[in-house]
């Protein structure tokens, strides 16, 4: 059983690495083009777009730990929180005996309750800043800085500046 499981999701992050190569290369492919439609030759754009993209393998890294956050487990997991919050909705609704819509009642807690924590673990690699902003990452440092520490904006804005 475990063989089986670990061939699934090995897989499955197959899958996920080639899909997540394919959106990335698709974003630098456009960017390039943009270049070369304004003179600029098909070596030099694909240079420039990546340039302008930022830190490529550390951002599919992420992408990639991002989308292979929700395993066999998280899903099992929220099946069962969902079920219990059906069956918990259920007996509240048909019951008129006090005793068994209080069992309704616990059932549906546990369900909500559960898939929200199923809901924050894969959300656990967010931090919320101060100033009400998001980033990614386990170093929170966020994903579309490069090396420098520049944003999208500010990388291209030395970039016209250089020309």
């Not at 005996?97 to 924590?117: A, K, S, W």
């Amino acid at each position: 059983m475990k063989n089986f499981l670990e061939l699934i999701s090995r897989s499955r992050k197959a899958s996920i690495e080639n899909e997540v190569h394919e959106e990335l290369q698709f974003h630098i492919d456009t960017q390039a083009s943009d270049y070369t439609s304004l003179g600029i030759t098909p070596e030099e754009s694909r240079v420039l777009a990546e340039a302008r993209f930022g830190d490529v393998e550390r951002i599919r890294s992420e992408c990639i730990r991002i989308s292979t956050r929700n395993t066999l487990l998280t899903w099992v997991l929220t099946f069962v929180f969902l079920m219990s919050l059906v069956v918990g909705l259920l007996v509240r609704a048909l019951s008129t005996e006090v005793n068994v819509t209080r069992v309704g009642t616990v059932m549906t807690m546990i369900g909500g309750l559960g898939i929200l924590l199923v809901y924050a673990k894969r959300a656990g690699s967010m931090v919320f800043t101060q100033s009400g902003s998001v980033r990614l990452g386990l170093d929170n440092s966020p994903v579309s800085f490069d090396e420098q520490g520049r944003t999208p904006f500010e990388r291209v804005k030395s970039w016209q500046e250089g020309q």
